[in-house]
T-cell receptor, first 116, second 114 residues
Framework: KQEVTQIPAALSVPEGENLVLNCSFTDSAIYNLQWFRQDPGKGLTSLLLIQSSQREQTSGRLNASLDKSSGRSTLYIAASQPGDSATYLCAGDPRAGGTSYGKLTFGQGTILTVHP | DGGITQSPKYLFRKEGQNVTLSCEQN?????MYWYRQDPGQGLRLIYYSQIVNDFQKGDIAEGYSVSREKKESFPLTVTSAQKNPTAFYLCASSPRGANNEKLFFGSGTQLSVL
């Protein structure tokens, strides 16, 4: 059974710092890996999706990488801002291929605080 | 605006009572899902539905029931058999197809026991 772990559980950084959030998964037979953002008391917003054939995806100041062989994904946030403060979750899709069923396995999340 | 609407935002359940959480989407997505989130934990899948009139149990389906009579709607009932229902419930949807796999989430319902 796929297990997803995120380190660190919480991170506090000053504004402007570049930072890395880590996600590890136990089963390398992963179809894709998604990173989500969750604000307090809100739903999740998909940030980046990396398919198994890809190694990384970029969107603005965000860059996510996927290394299936080592069972790791990282989310890099450049020039962090107070508005980036939120919980960041990664989730792995264990499908071998085909249509999406959304049966993702989620990590516990990293709580990020960016202070001015 | 297209999106997923969950209601109510807050819900209280008395012991022995069944309660129903609403989830409606106007994204024309085929697949819909219910997740449960407990503090400090990741999301766990309760039920999912790939098409109308069909749904499958997720990892923690006991004490819950769903229906999918319309493409737009996927209500979740928390039954009295669910002994620890206090949690944040999230509904999500996605289009079917290998190239469209992002999940879109509603804003959630916080369920508490009186």
């Amino acid at each position: 059974k796929q297990e997803v772990t995120q380190i660190p559980a919480a991170l506090s950084v000053p504004e402007g710092e570049n930072l890395v959030l880590n996600c590890s998964f136990t089963d390398s037979a992963i179809y894709n890996l998604q990173w989500f953002r969750q604000d307090p008391g809100k739903g999740l917003t998909s940030l980046l999706l990396i398919q198994s054939s890809q190694r990384e995806q970029t969107s603005g100041r965000l860059n996510a990488s996927l290394d299936k062989s080592s069972g790791r994904s990282t989310l890099y946030i450049a020039a962090s801002q107070p508005g980036d403060s939120a919980t960041y979750l990664c989730a792995g899709d264990p499908r071998a291929g085909g249509t999406s069923y959304g049966k993702l396995t989620f990590g516990q999340g990293t709580i990020l605080t960016v202070h001015p | 605006d297209g999106g997923i609407t969950q209601s109510p935002k807050y819900l209280f359940r008395k012991e022995g009572q069944n309660v129903t959480l609403s989830c409606e989407q106007n994204l024309n997505h085929d697949a819909m899902y219910w997740y449960r989130q407990d503090p400090g934990q990741g999301l766990r899948l309760i039920y999912y539905s790939q098409i109308v009139n069909d749904f499958q149990k997720g990892d923690i389906a006991e004490g819950y029931s769903v229906s999918r009579e319309k493409k737009e709607s996927f209500p979740l009932t928390v039954t009295s058999a669910q002994k620890n229902p206090t949690a944040f419930y999230l509904c999500a949807s996605s289009p079917r197809g290998a190239n469209n796999e992002k999940l879109f989430f509603g804003s959630g319902t916080q369920l508490s026991v009186l």
